[in-house]
């Protein structure tokens, strides 16, 4: 068992009983402070911010072997590329510092402790590059159902390999960043010719995004067995979709305009460690796969997945209820794809599992799924309906994951639509 996983641990600080953030927990994050504004690493518990810097200058971390810039810094990518072996030393010494027996650090908590609310949390990554994934088999279908052929949904590679494409890292953003709705062409009937103006069918994604914390190196492919090594942590992630758009560029090459105006994370980047006791099995995969996707073990994740859609003005409501373990392609074999061609990792690289579907209408991870190209309007709290996401609505994607007890929680990835 990782030391800083244990059920049993409680804390010194107050943490609601149904906080994403227990002492178990631990994630990282970049967060500054109206008096301080200098980005710097930090840690959560409860409704508290933990100042990393702080706590080193505390000499509180010193057997970490961590240099100091790695948490005096405006993104965890130096922090994440010390290791595994650093990193779990890390939130181990951090666990030691907050359990509740520890009366020297409770005495001294003032020094390193924010209040959450009073703090602004940035993004906590520096993207250099990003791909996404379209490895749930329930979405696949969906959408092959929709626009293909009923009987023959998926295409003939799908089940044969993670299906992806290379996103735009820049216009990633962390929650809270407002959204302007995205103009580009779209063609409204097949017999007339495209126009240009903004998007009128703008959805979301639930997904989740896996980020990088070791580099192979160019020619250098990683395996199922290795990938894990790889993979520092999981963050939420909604990949804001311009359907309309996308329908009319996508032949030949895929997404463009339609997905590279924005997505949006959650602040904070739950470590795979925090995730270890929620290992499940995978879908079975038909036909069987080539040996470099094989793999052995529980390599799905149950983690409960739900997104909300709040009008300007009005109450919120839950139009999805989901789980990362429905995922047909695990995030080991997304990476050993991924890299297989000699394609070369860098800390910091995002990888997003694509749009997450369940098996029932209430699990569809997608606005374009759950209304049915709009054929089934959602019914809002309040009043009102929703095909697609209006001006002025909230899009929350939440995540948490639940066993003896214990919550480990990815917090909210939140971003509203402006017009544009």
């Excluded at 996103?167 to 580009?184: C, F, N």
């Excluded at 097949?190 to 979301?204: A, N, Q």
């Excluded at 038909?286 to 997945?305: A, F, I």
């Excluded at 994607?397 to 639509?417: N, P, T, Y």
Aim: proline residues 6%; charged residues 25%; contains cysteine.
């Amino acid at each position: 068992m990782i030391k800083a996983n244990n059920p049993a641990l409680k804390s010194w600080v107050e943490v609601p009983a149904d906080s994403d953030f227990p002492i178990q927990n631990l994630p990282f994050g970049i967060f500054r402070t109206e008096s301080n504004p200098r980005p710097r690493v930090c840690t959560r518990i409860g409704d508290f911010i933990v100042d990393l810097v702080v706590l080193d200058h505390m000499s509180l971390l010193e057997d970490c072997d961590i240099p100091h810039s790695a948490y005096d810094n405006e993104f965890l990518n130096e922090l994440m590329a010390q290791g595994k072996e650093k990193t779990r030393t890390l939130r181990n010494a951090l666990s030691e510092i907050l359990q509740k027996d520890n009366k020297e650090a409770e005495k001294n908590g003032w020094h390193f402790l924010h209040d959450a609310d009073k703090v602004e949390m940035l993004l906590p990554v520096r993207v250099g590059d990003y791909t996404d994934f379209y490895s749930s088999i329930e979405h696949a279908t969906n959408v092959g159902t929709m626009f293909r052929d009923p009987n023959n949904a998926l295409l003939p590679n799908w089940k044969h390999l993670p299906v992806g494409y290379h996103g735009r890292a820049s216009s990633i953003v962390v929650s809270g960043t407002e959204i302007k709705r995205p103009h580009g062409q779209t063609k409204p009937k097949d017999d007339e010719p495209p126009v240009f103006g903004p998007s009128r069918l703008l959805d979301f994604e639930l997904e989740m995004g896996f980020v990088i914390g070791k580099e192979n190196g160019l020619g250098n492919p990683i395996s199922t067995e290795e990938a894990e090594d790889y993979i520092f942590g999981l963050i939420l992630f909604n990949d804001w979709s311009a359907r309309d758009i996308q329908k009319w560029e996508y032949i030949p090459l895929g997404p463009f305009l339609a997905k590279n105006f924005a997505s949006t994370v959650s602040p904070w980047v739950v470590t795979l460690d925090a995730l270890e006791p929620f290992r499940t099995a995978g879908p079975e995969q038909e036909p069987e796969v080539l040996p470099y996707l094989q793999y052995k073990g529980k390599k799905n994740y149950d983690v409960s997945l739900q997104v909300a859609i709040k009008p300007e003005g009005a109450e919120e409501t839950v139009v999805c209820n989901s789980n990362f373990k429905y995922m047909y392609w695990n995030m080991t074999q997304q990476l050993a794809h991924h890299s297989v061609s000699g394609c070369n990792m860098r800390v910091g690289d995002l990888l997003a599992s694509g749009t997450i579907s369940g098996p029932t209408e209430d699990s569809y991870g997608s606005m374009l799924e759950i209304s049915w190209r709009g054929t089934k309007p959602v019914k809002m709290n309040g009043g009102g309906e929703r095909k697609f996401i209006a001006d002025g609505d909230t899009v929350i994607l939440r995540g948490w994951a639940e066993k003896d007890g214990v919550r480990i929680g990815f917090g909210e990835s939140v971003g509203k639509i402006v017009g544009g």
